[in-house]
């Protein structure tokens, strides 16, 4: 069963990952009218959010865009960072919705930094009860109950993460594309290209959550579903 759901789920996944990147492609190829790379538009919205102390650099990668909090820095992809048309556009400008959220203490952004350290020991858990099945099973010396709360409260963990991952990008997205519209950087078409681009990306976190939650069900339902 399981297997089943990982096949299904990574079908979809590369489904929707493999439409993220067509509509990247396409929308790379019109330039922007402004005339404004990704590098640009991203220390404009963060300056006009009066915020100087995050730094936008260029990094390695294709779709490899990110913000880090850590170090306060907006890690544009080459083709994002000199790239001038809407792709661009809309990326380096989500990136810069999280350094607003940051900036401004956006609860859910807060709560997922938070969650960062947790869902790292619970995929470690995971990865571990993983590797010992495959070497003599489950010959842990733990009770089978005591293995099912370690891999159904990892997998929560997890899959709670995923679930606030939502939030925090959708309010990015929205965030990029009413600073884009209200700054006129981008012209109607091109703002449609950007919210386009944008709502691709969302869907591959939405993916990613409804994978979660169901492999959590499966989890419950095979250690704690027949106990009659």
Known sequence: MIILIVIVFAI???VVSNKLKTKFKLYSQTPLQANLSGEEIAKLMLADHNIHDVRVTCVEGQLTDHYNPADKTVNLSPDVFYGR???ATAVAAHECGHAVQHATAYSWLTMRSAM???Q???SKVLNFILIASLFGGFALGLPYEFIGVLVVGSYSVMTLFTLVTLPVEFDASNRALAWVQN?????????AMSKDALNWA?????VAALAS???LAYYIFVF???RD
């Open 224 to 226: 704690f579903g027949n």
């Open 116 to 118: 960062v350290p947790i």
């Open 85 to 87: 048309n809407a792709a």
């Open 12 to 14: 979809l996944g590369f």
């Open 202 to 206: 969302a869907r591959t976190y939405l």
């Open 213 to 215: 939650l169901v492999t």
């Open 120 to 122: 790292n020991i619970s």
């Open 183 to 191: 700054r006129n950087v981008v012209t109607p078409s091109e703002y």
